[in-house]
């Protein structure tokens, strides 16, 4: 395992009790951040759009690495949704007709549409329109888009495993599609949150898109202050912005991260334990037994929910199973946590 693999194991065995309260922000992305609502929101880039979720139900989320394209798809019943909202500031300024028209020239889409109009939302936002006629199937959806400046929404609505030509089918495509956009709201000067950041970084991690997650936890990171539990935030993102660094191959960035933390929070357990798992990676024995002894002194200051890490068992920290010095702190720590942990 090279260094771009550091800490894989690490993730792996304490993740699941170290993330606990990560998980509960990355799960709040079902609805994204707002209960009740389909939110669209990136990390850094200012802008959001929300549609009331009613009967939708979210089945798959998405998230670009430049941390510029949030995206959602959502089922009720036989009608589908795909809905994404990104930057393209290469296009500004954009409205509403000029992103529509773009997007299906870039997508070769032209030929396809059969009617454009357009309708305005309940909170009032323009909103540019595309009825489309598939070439090879016949099948009819609805396109539907809103932007500012350099922002755009890409609303597709349709229906599956219906016959071409079904006219009731569409009919209620339509409709659901016409419903689901007069709730639209659109804030392109919206400034995005803590929990935005935390989404989508999280979106990342799971689509293993690891320099991307990094981006968007250091902007969760800058943020963490907005949380109801700064502390707490402030270790977990720390920590998972460690790991994204460490896994894409910046070991360099990883360990300046944990330096950086403990300076400011001397007594979390798991910055050492990082550095331990990056002087392993990095071959110095030394350096690793001393970081993996600070953490280990410091191991009654973990969180609420989260064990210390057994080092015998971290593919990183097997590394110096030769070094005698090192091997034995490992073991002796493991036995320790064994007999602390016994029921």
Request: proline share 5%; charged share 25%.
């Amino acid at each position: 395992m090279g260094t771009g693999a550091i800490m894989l194991s690490a993730m792996n065995a304490r993740k699941l009790c170290v993330s606990v309260a990560l998980c509960l922000l990355v799960s709040s992305a079902y609805a994204q951040t707002t209960p009740g609502k389909l939110t669209f929101a990136l990390p850094v880039h200012p802008g959001r759009m929300t549609l009331e979720q009613g009967a939708w139900q979210v089945v798959e989320l998405s998230a670009k690495s430049n941390g510029n394209e949030w995206g959602e798809r959502a089922a009720q019943g036989k009608q589908h949704m795909l809905a994404f909202l990104f930057a393209a500031p290469d296009k500004a300024p954009l409205n509403a007709s000029s992103c529509r028209d773009g997007v299906l020239q870039a997508e070769n889409a032209e030929a396809a549409v059969q009617n454009r109009a357009s309708m305005r939302s309940t909170s009032g936002v323009e909103i540019a329109l595309a009825v489309l006629l598939a070439p090879k199937d016949a099948r009819m959806s609805l396109r539907a888009f809103v932007a500012f400046r350099d922002l755009c929404g890409d609303l597709l609505f349709n229906a599956a495993d219906v016959q071409p030509g079904d006219a009731a089918a569409y009919r209620l495509t339509m409709e659901t599609a016409k419903q689901t956009l007069l709730t639209l709201t659109f804030e392109p000067s919206y400034k995005p949150t803590f929990k935005d950041a935390v989404a989508y970084a999280g979106v990342e991690k799971m689509e293993h898109q690891e320099a991307g997650a990094a981006a968007a936890y250091r902007a969760a990171l800058a943020m963490v202050n907005q949380s109801d539990d700064p502390l707490k935030f402030r270790r977990v993102v720390t920590d998972e912005l460690s790991m994204a660094l460490g896994i894409s191959g910046d070991l360099k960035g990883s360990r300046e991260v944990n330096e950086a933390a403990i300076a400011k929070d001397p007594e979390y357990p798991l910055y050492y334990y990082n550095l331990s798992c990056a002087d392993a990676e990095a071959g110095d024995p030394k350096a690793a037994r001393t970081h993996l002894q600070l953490a280990f002194d410091r191991r009654s200051h973990t969180l609420k929910g989260e064990t210390f890490p057994d080092p015998t068992e971290d593919d990183s920290l097997q590394k110096l199973r030769r070094d005698d010095a090192f091997w034995s702190l490992a073991q002796q720590v493991s036995q320790q946590l064994k007999s602390e942990n016994k029921p």
